[in-house]
């Protein structure tokens, strides 16, 4: 379990503690270089994103909340929900 007082330390502490430890042959060639020059570039998030795009695995920060990927909000969805949302209802 990893604690941080907020979420660019998380991002910091996941990015450290479990994205510089994956097996570079386990990631596609385009992946990983988009994923070094985040991690090089001190942008934790893009790193951290990257890898869960490259290798599948979910990090779940809130366990009791469900963990959503672009294939189910993308951006078309969240358009189309927005549009019949109670916020927008006249």
Do not use: K
Request: glycine content about 4%; hydrophobic content about 50%.
């Amino acid at each position: 379990m990893l604690l941080a007082t907020d979420e660019h330390v998380l991002s910091r502490m996941i990015a450290v503690e479990i994205v510089c430890e994956e097996d570079p042959s386990a990631i596609d060639a385009g992946a990983l270089e988009e994923i070094r020059e985040a991690l090089l570039a001190d942008d934790w998030a893009a790193a951290v994103a990257g890898w869960i795009e490259a290798t599948g695995v979910r990090v779940d920060v809130y366990p009791d909340e469900p963990v959503v990927a672009t294939e189910s909000m993308s951006a078309d969805r969240a358009a189309f929900d927005i549009r019949l949302s109670r916020l927008l209802r006249t």
